[in-house]
Antibody, heavy 121, light 107 residues
Framework: EVQLVQSGAEVKKPGESLKISCKGS????????IGWVRQMPGKGLEWMGI????????RYSPSFQGQVTISADKSITTAYLQWSSLKASDTAIYYC??????????????WGQGTLVTVSS | SYDLTQPPSVSVSPGQTATITCSGD??????AYWYQQKPGQAPVLVIY???ERPSGIPERFSGSSSGTTVTLTISGVQAEDEADYYC??????????FGGGTKLTVL
C-alpha cells in the first residue's frame, strides 16, 4: 500500500525558515517522482514542483522557481519542501503526492494528508 | 506554459447528471486528469488519461475529451458527490498545471 505521511502543522513568523517533510512507503519512492501542491486558504490547487528521489532531479513550476526548494533523502524515503525566508503569503496547506508518468501520463495518484503552514507576525 | 479553465460552480439536483468542463489549448495533445476534493480532505484522483477510472471510483464518474475541452460527467449525482473538482494536465517537460477548480453543489 502506498502511504505518504507529512509532518505536522507549523506556525512561523515572516522571515523565518522552514522545512516540511513527506515520508513515503517503499512503493511510493521507488522509481517515482514526488511532488508538492499548494492550496492557499479558500483557493484552488497549485502545482509547485516535483523531485525524483533516485537522483534528486527536480522540476519547478515557473511560479515557484526560486521561491522554494524541493529536496529528498532516498535512504529514509523522505521528500522535503523548504523556504529560506517565509512571507505571510506562504500561508497555505501544502500537499505532497506521488507523480506518475509513463503510459498512464503525468498526474498525482496518491496524496499525503497535507501540512498547514501559517506565517504570521 | 498554458492555463486550464473551469467554471467556478455547477449546481445539480440529486439523481441528475453533472457536467464539469475544462478547457486548454494543449488538451488535444496532453491527457487530462480529474480530482475530487471534499472539505478538509486531500484530493482524490477520480479520472485519469481523459476517461479512465481508478480502482474504487464509482461508475457514475466518467470523463471524455473533444478538442481543447475535456469533460467530467457524474451520472445520478448523490449528495456525497458535493465537492470541489479540479482538472489537471501536464507540459511536455513533465511539469503539471491545475485548472482553477469547480465547486459542485448538490441542491
Amino acid at each position: 500500500e502506498v502511504q505518504l505521511v507529512q509532518s505536522g502543522a507549523e506556525v512561523k513568523k515572516p522571515g523565518e525558515s522552514l522545512k516540511i517533510s513527506c515520508k513515503g512507503s517503499g512503493d511510493s519512492f521507488r522509481n517515482y517522482w514526488i511532488g508538492w501542491v499548494r492550496q492557499m486558504p479558500g483557493k484552488g490547487l497549485e502545482w509547485m514542483g516535483i523531485i525524483y528521489p533516485g537522483d534528486s532531479e527536480t522540476r519547478y513550476s515557473p511560479s515557484f522557481q526560486g521561491q522554494v526548494t524541493i529536496s529528498a533523502d532516498k535512504s529514509i524515503t523522505t521528500a522535503y519542501l523548504q523556504w529560506s525566508s517565509l512571507k505571510a503569503s506562504d500561508t497555505a496547506i501544502y500537499y505532497c503526492a506521488r507523480w506518475r508518468g509513463g503510459n498512464v501520463g503525468s498526474h498525482f495518484d496518491f496524496w499525503g494528508q497535507g501540512t498547514l503552514v501559517t506565517v504570521s507576525s | 506554459s498554458y492555463d486550464l479553465t473551469q467554471p467556478p460552480s455547477v449546481s445539480v439536483s440529486p439523481g441528475q447528471t453533472a457536467t464539469i468542463t475544462c478547457s486548454g489549448d494543449a488538451l488535444p495533445k496532453q491527457y487530462a486528469y480529474w480530482y475530487q476534493q471534499k472539505p478538509g480532505q486531500a484530493p482524490v484522483l477520480v479520472i485519469y488519461k481523459d476517461s479512465e477510472r481508478p480502482s474504487g471510483i464509482p461508475e457514475r464518474f466518467s470523463g471524455s475529451s473533444s478538442g481543447t475541452t475535456v469533460t467530467l460527467t457524474i451520472s445520478g449525482v448523490q449528495a456525497e458527490d458535493e465537492a470541489d473538482y479540479y482538472c489537471q494536465s501536464a507540459h511536455t517537460d513533465n511539469t503539471g498545471v491545475f485548472g482553477g477548480g469547480t465547486k459542485l453543489t448538490v441542491l
